[in-house]
Each structure stands twice: as structure tokens, then as C-alpha cells.
């Protein structure tokens, strides 16, 4: 059985620093791995999804790597503004669509 | 890009009640969806997967009479909460699926918020 861990549980940060977001999983048999944004009482946004066969993924300030063998993916933030304070959810995914996610890291962005 | 409407977003019931929450894929067809649940403070929890025209298949500890599941259709799956009680106010969101083993479609609904009174 799948089990995702995301460290930290919650990370807070003044304006403009640079974050590091860990995600781990423990079976290696994913066929790709999604990073989610989800803000208080809202649904999921997609911000980035990585390919079983690529090691990272950018859009704008974000960039996601995967480690499959190791069972790791980070999700860097660059220049983190204020407006990126949400929680921020890992998901690997089956080649059947199942997902797995994991507890999230709460991330405050201080003005 | 492929998009994935829930329906509605927000539902708000009196205990004892039933209330039905739809997925639809909008433009391509879903052979699977997955229905998720989210406790407060907790993480996505999947509940059931549900394949068009099958029954759907339950997560362990997930009441599939409590939670009734219909996928009649490769573009709507629906997921009813039957006599509803306050333990079952949660966040519940869908995701829709195109073919097996596909890179690319896999796809998420926006959500329901659930609040049984």
C-alpha cells in the first residue's frame, strides 16, 4: 500500500525567500506524480504533474523534481510572494489513475 | 485541456437527507472516476473507484450503501450520500480518468463541500 509523506507538516517564511517542499512515497511503481495547491475550504488546483520517465517539471516560480527509484519529489518555490501561502498536496499516481496523497505542507508566506 | 465538472460545489443538508454529487467529464470520456474524501486538517482519502458500467469498488471501511456510487454513463459519475449525518460533512472531489496507463488524463474535479446540519 501506497504511503506519502510530506515534510514539513507546516513551513512559514518571510516574503521573497526561496522554499524547498518535501514529498516521499514508499512503492516506487508510480506512473507519475502530481503537486497540488489547495486553499482553505476550495478544491484542488494542479500546478505541476511529472512523467514517471522525467527527473523535473517547471512553471514559472515552481519547479518539481522526481527521484522515482528513491521515492522522492521536491516542489521548489522561488521569490515566494504572499499569495503562495496555501497548503500544498504531493499525489503519485497509478498507471490505473489511483491516487495517493499525502498530509500536505501548510506554507505562510509573510508579507 | 480536459476539464472535469463537480457539481455543486457547496451543498448544505438537514441530517437525515440524501444528496447527490455529480462528476462529469466534459470532453473526454471517463472509463474511470475516483471519488475522494477530505476530514478537516486531514489529507484526501480515496473512497471508492468506479468503472463505466460496473459496479464500483470500495476502499476498506467505506459503506457502499451509505455512499452509492453510479457510473451509467463515460462522462458522468455520480455519488450519493444516503441519510445523511453530521460525520459525513466533509469535502468530497472526484477524478476522471480517459484510458488505462495514460500519461496524460487524469483529471480533477473542483470539489463538493459537504455540511449535514
Known amino acids: 500500500k501506497q504511503e506519502v509523506t510530506q515534510i514539513p507538516a507546516a513551513l512559514s517564511v518571510p516574503e521573497g525567500e526561496n522554499l524547498v517542499l518535501n514529498c516521499s512515497f514508499t512503492d516506487s511503481a508510480i506512473y507519475n506524480l502530481q503537486w497540488f495547491r489547495q486553499d482553505p475550504g476550495k478544491g484542488l488546483t494542479s500546478l505541476l504533474l511529472?512523467?514517471?520517465?522525467?527527473r523535473e517539471q517547471t512553471s514559472g516560480r515552481l519547479n518539481a523534481s522526481l527521484d522515482k527509484s528513491s521515492g522522492r519529489s521536491t516542489l521548489y518555490i522561488a521569490a515566494s510572494q504572499p499569495g503562495d501561502s496555501a497548503t500544498y498536496l504531493c499525489a503519485p499516481h497509478t498507471n490505473a489513475g489511483k491516487s495517493t496523497f499525502g498530509d500536505g505542507t501548510t506554507l505562510t508566506v509573510k508579507p | 485541456g480536459a476539464v472535469v465538472s463537480q457539481h455543486p460545489s457547496r451543498v448544505i443538508c438537514k441530517s437525515g437527507t440524501s444528496v447527490k454529487i455529480e462528476c462529469r467529464s466534459l470532453?473526454?470520456?471517463?472509463?474511470?472516476m475516483f471519488w475522494y474524501r477530505q476530514f478537516p486538517k486531514q489529507s484526501l482519502m480515496l473512497m471508492a473507484t468506479?468503472?463505466?458500467?460496473?459496479?464500483?469498488?470500495?476502499e476498506q471501511g467505506v459503506e457502499k450503501d451509505k455512499f452509492l456510487i453510479n457510473h451509467a454513463s463515460l462522462t458522468l459519475s455520480t455519488l450519493t450520500v444516503t441519510s445523511a449525518h453530521p460525520e459525513d460533512s466533509s469535502f468530497y472531489i472526484c477524478s476522471a480518468t480517459g484510458q488505462i496507463a495514460t500519461n496524460e488524463k487524469l483529471f480533477f474535479g473542483s470539489g463538493t463541500q459537504l455540511s449535514v446540519l
Open positions: 470532453d473526454f470520456q471517463a472509463t474511470t
Open positions: 511529472i512523467q514517471s520517465s522525467q
Open positions: 468506479s468503472n463505466e458500467g460496473s459496479k464500483a469498488t470500495y
